[in-house]
T-cell receptor, first 113, second 112 residues
Framework: ETGVTQSPTHLIKTRGQQVTLRCSSQSGHNTVSWYQQALGQGPQFIFQYYREEENGRGNFPPRFSGLQFPNYSSELNVNALELDDSALYLC????????????FGPGTRLTVL | RKEVEQDPGPFNVPEGATVAFNCTYS??????FFWYRQDCRKEPKLLMSVYSSGNEDGRFTAQLNRASQYISLLIRDSKLSDSATYLCVANPSGAGSYQLTFGKGTKLSVIP
């Protein structure tokens, strides 16, 4: 086990709704990255948080936003949900200094109806 | 052209076989590379990091060819438990924030 936890495990929403996903990083890790994995695809980078600030963003619209808290846990918020947002959302934590190895949590499976 | 491309698979091999996966990356600035394995409906798990020309861990050997922008993963003496999807990953150092770029993955099924 990586020590990275995510909640909830599964979520069903309807188009137009908003969703918040949560992630607790591995002890000692101060960097959290979020990825979206659609069925049959590799994970795609959404954004990364380091010391409570966004530190890099992938090709995702502004309705995808996030936060990192002083304890390094993080939230991913998605507004105005679309059917294509249905995916596995993965959180990965890493120790910023000296390594770029990332460890993934179990993910949250979001279904948008 | 996709940033990281992998053999589409699937690969169906008998137990004990040797299997090789290939991967190419387009960003020549990429400095580090990884292989992750992902079981069905689970999270990716780190298999190997590849920082120089390559490395070996038991039955697994990863090789990196920077001139050809090519990474490979060799699995010897395949076990049933090796059945999974293998994801090739590059870290484009130019991003400056450790953004991992994943391939689509190659599915491996090891058959008894």
């Amino acid at each position: 086990e990586t020590g990275v936890t995510q909640s909830p495990t599964h979520l069903i929403k309807t188009r137009g709704q908003q969703v918040t996903l949560r992630c607790s990083s591995q002890s000692g890790h101060n960097t959290v990255s979020w990825y979206q994995q659609a069925l049959g695809q590799g994970p795609q980078f959404i954004f990364q948080y380091y010391r409570e600030e966004e530190n890099g963003r992938g090709n995702f619209p502004p309705r995808f936003s996030g936060l990192q808290f002083p304890n390094y846990s993080s939230e991913l918020n998605v507004n105005a949900l679309e059917l294509d947002d249905s995916a596995l959302y993965l959180c990965a934590s890493s120790a910023r200094e000296g390594t770029d190895t990332q460890y993934f949590g179990p993910g949250t499976r979001l279904t948008v109806l | 052209r996709k940033e990281v491309e992998q053999d589409p698979g699937p690969f169906n091999v008998p137990e004990g076989a040797t299997v090789a996966f290939n991967c190419t990356y387009s960003n020549s600035a990429s400095q580090s590379f990884f292989w992750y394995r992902q079981d069905c409906r689970k999270e990716p798990k780190l298999l190997m990091s590849v920082y120089s020309s390559g490395n070996e861990d038991g039955r697994f050997t990863a090789q990196l060819n920077r001139a050809s922008q090519y990474i490979s993963l060799l699995i010897r003496d395949s076990k049933l438990s090796d059945s999974a999807t293998y994801l090739c990953v590059a870290n484009p150092s130019g991003a400056g924030s450790y953004q991992l770029t994943f391939g689509k993955g190659t599915k491996l099924s090891v058959i008894p």
